[in-house]
């Protein structure tokens, strides 16, 4: 969406905040023994507090409040009262939200507890790789260098990018113009960012495979067999420099 009046503005850093601080008090909230049911119910409690409602529910009727991936699952879990988190898993939780109209996403994935699967350096990379990519955005930059920032990242530390998974436009709903942001280098890819423009980038790095697949559920993306994919995921406001960070509350 394009931020026309102070009235825009406001709104969506109140969306923002929202989906941000859901999404820090969900990761410090998680638990082992948890089931990824209990943690979407506390992250709905706290959507509810601040009036906003779940974006996925309310504009898919996804079967949940917010997305929880865990290990190979790479975006798009269902929450699930038989989904038991355990040390050393890779969970990815992933807050959208509607609020007044205005809607934010964010995202991000971690360790929980002990790193058993030695997967950290993984997590780092990625939001490496998002920050440094979000430095360089600005109004008049190519969508396609900012991909090859991402990938570049990655395959510096021995890992690939998911190419069938995308950033987007968010503002007036959950997925606007431009409709893909990819976190890898496409020559074909000639758009540019525009200022004042509210843009979701994510970064969606792999273990190994550069493709996901529907699991047969309709909705959980699986990463290549035995291969673990971070994502990490800001809501920003692009401008004539760096870009405005709207979902900074979430402590990635």
Known sequence: MSIDS????????????AVAITLRKMREHARPGMTTKELDDFGYKLLQSYNAQSAPKI???????????????AAHGIPSDKTVLKEGDLVNIDV???????????????????????????????????????????????????????????????????????????????????????????KQETRRFRKNTVVAVETFISTKGSYVHEK????????????????????????DGEPIILTAANGI
């Not at 102070?6 to 905040?17: A, M, Y």
């Not at 994919?229 to 401008?239: D, G, K, R, S, Y």
Request: charged share 25%; hydrophobic share 35%; proline share 2%.
């Open 96 to 186: 959208s939200a509607e609020l007044n109209g205005y809607y934010a996403d964010n995202g991000g994935s971690f360790i929980l507890g002990e790193d058993v699967h030695g997967l950290n350096k993984l997590v780092d990379a990625s939001v490496t790789a998002l920050y440094k990519a979000l430095k360089e955005i600005r109004g008049g930059k190519k969508i396609a260098e900012i991909g090859r920032i991402i990938e570049t990242e990655a395959k510096k530390n021995g890992f690939k990018v998911i190419k069938n998974l995308v950033g987007h436009g968010v503002g007036r709903s959950l997925h606007e113009e431009p409709h893909e942001i990819p976190c890898f280098y496409d």
């Open 216 to 239: 047969g559920d309709g909705w959980t993306l699986l990463a290549d067999a035995g291969a673990f994919v971070a994502q990490h995921e800001h809501t920003i406001l692009i401008t």
């Open 6 to 17: 102070n009235e825009d503005l406001e709104s969506i850093k109140k969306v923002s905040e």
């Open 59 to 73: 504009t898919y009727d996804f079967p949940g409040y917010t997305c929880i991936s865990i290990n190979y699952e």
